[in-house]
């Protein structure tokens, strides 16, 4: 798989681990699982500093990859997703491409919630051609956080960053760091 075609994954990184808290057995935590799907090269993964759903815990969201982002893919939000057996489920899905390549498996459906500002699973028009993308958002659609995955209004984006030439529009703070991080990861 290229860059182009590994999907991401973002986590919480302040609830990452709260579902299992002291009863986790591994070393590290669910963070440590994570990790280890990203060193393995199934998943570009980030931390974010709270994905704003803090009633939940162990909030991860799966970001499809450039690909699929391009064919009007979401990403697909999740909730107390920890523990070997949903962290295996999750690998094995995102191995096979994630959002978009395979439907959600079953056991992850479960734990998979629906996060208000979802984008619209119809792609727009010109949601790849940056130049567009950016005259969309100067005329006041939606845009998507590249980070996070959620619908922004440019109008009262939290945050705003360049790369190459165009504007991204962040729900946070946090996203635009992530973001400014490592920008090649979600372009
Ligand atoms: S603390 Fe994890 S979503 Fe807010």
Known sequence: MTAKNVPGLTACALCAGETLGD????DGGQRARLDR???CGVARLTYVDCLDE????DVVVARPSSR?????????WFERLAGDALTDELERWLADGG?????????????????T?????APEPHAHHHHEESEDAMSGTM???PVCGMSVDPATAAATAEHDGVTYRFCAKGCQK??????????
């Open 99 to 115: 959002p978009g390549a395979r439907p959600v498996p079953t056991a992850l459906a479960a734990v998979a919630i629906a996060r």
């Open 178 to 187: 992530a973001f400014l991080a490592d920008p090649a990861q979600y372009v």
């Open 54 to 57: 803090c009633e939940r815990g």
């Open 68 to 76: 699929h982002r391009a064919q009007g893919v979401g990403p697909v």
């Open 117 to 121: 500002g979802e984008p619209e699973p």
């Open 37 to 39: 799907l990203a060193a």
């Open 23 to 26: 009863r986790d057995p591994l």
């Open 143 to 145: 845009v998507i956080d």
